[in-house]
């Protein structure tokens, strides 16, 4: 539970950490100073989404009839932020989406990136996976219209080069990738030969890993009752088994094999699938959200939002602020560390290894396969990774007993 005067005080400071303009501050502030007395007013001391949603419903001022703009989007806004703390344990601003490589901007060329947009569309399902060849051959085409390129038969090997020297290095390996794909679309050899030879730098990065001091820790918090059992179960599918965050969001109930102990899926990024074994906290986790938190929905999906109409969570933001709460929680300074559900993909991924399981299967189960084996069905020696996912034997779950 968190205090009334708490949340308001972490969000103006947060809001204040965003760089806002005075006025935004100001305004934030009034909402906020509104909101307490709100609260006081009705003997309220912890938040609830109620107690929010009854704020932020609360629009028509006692000296006035009329209700101002400003006023209800501050509330609205205040009230969302509130209500993301109140189940994540942090406050979180959207992120403006990338706008759709659609723009009528690439002149003569636009009609041959449209059947090229197209063609990616067939070939592919996931949608990162279609942004991914679209996004740097849109700008690749750009980069043709602006030096007065306006058919593609006048494309060379030296313009193609050329294009690439300013590519930033943190970008080159994915246009390299992309503009391969592209040339072999349209049926460009020599661009396509030229490019193949190019070896961009790859920065090497540590990979991130919890110490077993730091295990320790989030042990304790997943043995505690600072979280629910849906963050419990989600926190568990990323720490035991390295499930990507779109795969968790996407499960369904029917995945699951209760006989067998086992959860089965078809992995959104490779199209592999997979069939892993529920150890026995894993599987209590999720057996106790369904049963117990769970609410009622015509939805199939294991993960439900916490308010009505109870949808499947939307993306992967829900996993990041769980880690990220779970983190906190257990005082884990992360210093450099990316935290997120790939964050716990990269342990579970060092812990399987160091327990043996062959690396080709490692690999297969965290979706690193290559585009030739989509259609393999990975079977995992369920005997093996059950002794290998993590030591579970230091959680007894309380609901056993």
């Known amino acids: 539970m968190y205090s009334v005067t708490f ?3 972490e969000l103006l400071k947060f809001v204040t950490e965003q760089g806002f303009k005075k006025s935004t501050l100001k305004r934030y502030k009034i909402s906020l100073n509104v909101f307490v007395r709100f609260c006081n007013e009705r003997g309220v001391i912890n938040y609830t989404p109620k107690i929010g949603q009854e704020f932020a419903n609360d629009l028509i001022p006692k000296n006035s009839d009329k209700v101002s703009s400003d006023r209800k989007y501050f509330r609205k806004k205040a009230v969302q932020h509130f209500d993301h703390y109140f189940e994540y344990g942090c406050f979180v601003f959207e992120h403006p989406k990338k ?16 059947r090229y947009k197209e063609h990616v569309i067939e070939q592919y399902d996931n949608q990162n996976t279609i942004k991914f060849y679209l996004y740097d051959v849109y700008l690749f085409l750009g980069f043709l219209v602006s030096i007065g390129i306006n058919n593609l038969t006048q494309v060379t090997v030296n313009i193609v080069f050329r294009y690439l020297e300013n590519v930033k290095v943190n970008r080159q390996r994915a246009t390299v990738c992309a503009l391969k794909y592209y040339f072999k679309y349209i049926d460009r050899e020599d661009l396509h030969n030229a490019i193949s030879s190019v070896k961009p730098i790859r920065k090497k990065k540590l990979i991130p890993y919890l110490t077993k001091e730091e295990s320790d820790k989030i042990w304790t918090v997943l043995k505690g009752n600072g979280i629910s059992y849906k963050e419990k179960a989600i926190f568990l599918l990323g720490f035991t088994l390295g499930i990507r965050a779109c795969d968790i969001v996407s499960l369904k109930l029917r995945d699951i094999n ?10 959104q990024k490779t199209g592999n699938a997979v069939n892993l074994p529920l150890s026995p906290v894993l599987g209590n986790a ?116």
């Open 258 to 267: 209760w006989e067998k102990d086992t959860i089965s899926f078809i992995q």
């Open 99 to 114: 706008k759709h490589f659609d723009s009528d901007s690439l002149g003569i060329l636009d009609e041959e990136y449209k």
């Open 286 to 401: 999720l057996f106790n959200y369904i049963t117990k938190e769970r609410n009622h929905s015509y939805y199939d999906n294991i993960f439900l939002s916490i308010y009505p109409p109870f949808k499947p969570l939307r993306d992967h933001a829900a996993c990041y602020h769980i880690v990220k709460k779970v983190i906190n929680l257990a005082g884990i300074d992360m210093k450099d560390r990316f935290c997120g559900i790939h964050f716990l993909r990269h342990n579970a991924a060092s812990n399987l290894i160091n327990k043996d399981i062959p690396i080709e299967t490692v690999a297969a189960i965290l979706g690193h396969a290559s585009p030739d084996s989509t259609n393999i069905y990975i079977t995992v020696n369920e005997d093996k990774l059950r002794e290998c996912t993590l030591s579970l034997n230091l959680l007894e779950d309380e609901d056993n007993g």
């Open 7 to 9: 949340l308001c005080d």
